[in-house]
């Protein structure tokens, strides 16, 4: 998992509260995907981003949730007024080519989020 | 979208015992990775095996992309060995390299 570095590691807020999560990609990766693991599931895709740019959000809740990979910096994954059911682990992975180069994805360790 | 099977759900070894877990989906992949979590959450990357053979020391896989399936091997299993196993798959096209990912192995091996 070097390389690609998520934080914080660990996340509480309260209900209606924000959580930032931040996710800095392995050195030479411009292509960045989110997934969430809801507790005793799998892994699910949640969206996808180059630099200034959302590819495909199709697995990202319709409402509270956004996400961007600005020209300089980490991508943020940001949920508003989070409830209960927002708790999670969020996993950030890298690669760099987006599906057309083949080439694995590498993941960070995830940040856990906690919803009091 | 494309299915992503994996078996068993668990698996319970003794320390020193080999396994097979099986990895089945749907359709045609441009990616196939096998990943261990580990009882600290962290993914750790085991394979990127689109298609044929891979080993690294006590594990290997195998996939074999026409009929849609792929295997990986444990031998000599260890207590750090215990986890969860995921399969995961990009379906190339318009997925643009997002991964689907089974529902996992959940492996445990006493000493």
């Known amino acids: 998992n070097a390389g690609v570095m998520q934080n914080p590691r660990h996340l509480v807020r309260r209900r209606g509260q924000e959580a930032r999560l931040r996710c800095s990609p392995m050195?030479?990766?411009?292509?960045v995907y989110w997934y969430r693991q809801l507790p005793e599931e799998g892994l699910k895709f949640m969206v996808y981003l180059q630099k200034e740019n959302i590819i495909d959000e199709s697995g990202m809740p319709k409402e509270r949730f956004s996400a961007e990979f600005p020209k300089e910096g980490p991508s943020i994954l940001r949920i508003q007024q989070v409830v209960r059911g927002d708790s999670a682990a969020y996993f950030c992975?890298?690669?760099?080519?987006?599906?057309?180069?083949?080439?694995?994805?590498?993941f960070g360790d995830g940040t856990r989020l906690s919803i009091l | 979208g494309i299915q992503v099977e994996q078996s068993p759900p668990d698996l319970i070894l003794q320390e020193g015992a080999n396994s097979t877990l099986r990895c089945n989906f749907s359709d045609s992949v441009n990616n196939l990775q096998w990943f261990h979590q580990n009882p600290w959450g962290q993914l750790i990357n085991l394979f990127y095996i689109p298609s044929g053979t891979k080993q690294n020391g006590r594990l290997s896989a195998t996939t074999v992309a026409t009929e849609r399936y792929s295997l990986l091997y444990i031998s000599s299993s260890q207590t750090t060995d215990s986890g969860v196993y995921f399969c995961?798959?990009?379906?190339?096209?318009?997925?643009?390299?997002?991964?689907?990912f089974g529902q996992g192995t959940i492996l445990t091996v006493h000493p």
């Open positions: 050195k030479g990766h411009s292509h």
């Open positions: 995961a798959v990009d379906a190339g096209g318009t997925s643009y390299g997002k991964l689907t």
């Open positions: 992975a890298s690669s760099p080519g987006g599906g057309v180069s083949n080439q694995p994805q590498h």
